[in-house]
């Protein structure tokens, strides 16, 4: 509501609207006029008045269609009105009031009353206009608070899409806009990981489906759990040299774990593994409807051949591997290593546990 607040006064009296409008200019209001029913819904609709005076016979139209009409085009906006009449019919009251007046005064109008009249609507609609207000910022903050929730929602479920393919760390920084387009095809120094289920083959091959199951739902558990721990990538695993040596060393002390149970349910199963370092072509593959994550290069060759070259328990990695890690772990040379697809023999080093920290 403005200040000071504006008062539209309808009379076809001069006189009666002469005194009005110096009564409540006295009182502070911005006072504007009309002198009929058609010019009152004029000066409504113009000055958007914060209060309305209306003498109920008018020409035209009268007071009591003036109000209805006025009612109907607010719809919900508040503007109170105070019919102003010199007859006493109880009728003509409930009729008024029935068009949506909120007051009444009735003629000669005494000055006190019609202050306290005026200042008593304008409260009522001061505290309308407040919770019109609030209302609209409750809007307002549950619309914002829609959108960002819808935008969470999207956010989760593409980050849900991407763990099918990268480490939580590694989906979030995509999703918060921390890193570039990782399934556009790019060329990277990686470092690879290759597992092997030594024994699987001739277990399967004697084993019924249900414990085949079991074993594999035991095994991708464990090694699901400490790649994600590592921050590996799932189908090809990139990750930093350290983090690679560390997962591997961690994923052999678990499968020593379920290796002892395995052994004791007479299940000759162990794990292979060979880490490599290197440049290769990292992105998505595949036609539209299906796309892996892949590395495409020799040093995923050189992991799956160590891999493939480990005995049981065994972790092999390349001289490169070694080069970045050699104070983490304590290791020995193997080889060199004819490896196939590789023209020249491979030195390669077998890690025989991580040192601990000062020696």
Not at 142 to 164: D, M, P
Request: glycine share 8%; aromatic share 6%; hydrophobic share 45%.
């Amino acid at each position: 509501m403005r200040t000071p607040p504006r008062v539209l006064i309808a009379d076809d009296n001069t006189a009666n609207l002469r005194i009005l409008r110096m009564r409540l200019g006295a009182d502070g209001y911005d006072v504007v006029t009309a002198a009929d029913g058609d010019e009152a819904l004029a000066a409504a609709r113009e000055s958007a008045p914060d209060l309305i005076l209306l003498d109920i016979m008018m020409p035209k139209v009268d007071g009591i269609e003036v109000c209805r009409r006025l009612k109907k085009e607010h719809g919900p906006a508040f503007t109170p009105i105070i019919l102003v009449t010199a007859m006493t019919d109880a009728k003509d009251i409930v009729a008024g009031l029935e068009a949506g007046a909120d007051e009444y005064l009735t003629k000669p109008v005494d000055h006190a009353a019609l202050s306290a009249r005026v200042r008593s609507m304008l409260r009522i609609k001061a505290l309308h206009d407040t919770v019109a207000a609030q209302a609209e910022e409750i809007a307002r903050w549950n619309a914002t608070l829609e959108r960002r929730v819808a935008e969470q929602v999207g956010e989760l479920e593409r980050v849900s899409r991407l763990k099918r393919f990268f480490s939580p760390q590694l989906a979030e920084a995509i999703v918060g806009g921390g890193a570039a387009d990782p399934l556009k095809p790019h060329r990277r120094e990686i470092s690879v990981v290759f597992l092997d289920l030594r024994g699987f083959t001739a277990f399967a091959e004697m084993s019924e489906p249900e414990e085949v199951s079991e074993v594999l739902g035991a095994y991708h558990a464990e090694a699901g759990r400490v790649i994600l721990e590592h921050e590996g990538t799932l189908e090809r695993f990139t990750n930093p040299e350290e983090r690679a040596v560390r997962m591997a060393e961690a994923m052999r002390a678990r499968i020593r774990v379920l290796g002892a149970e395995w052994r004791r349910r007479g299940y000759d199963l162990d794990l292979g593994m060979g880490i490599a370092k290197g440049y290769a072509t990292i992105g998505a593959i595949g036609f539209e409807g299906r796309r892996d994550y892949a590395a495409i290069g020799s040093v995923t060759n050189l992991a799956f051949r160590l891999c493939a070259e480990a005995s049981p328990g065994q972790i092999l990695i390349s001289q490169r591997i070694y080069a970045a890690v050699h104070d983490l772990v304590a290791a020995k040379e193997v080889g060199p290593l004819q490896l196939k697809g590789f023209h020249r023999p491979v030195v390669v080093y077998e890690i025989a546990h991580l040192k601990q920290p000062g020696t």
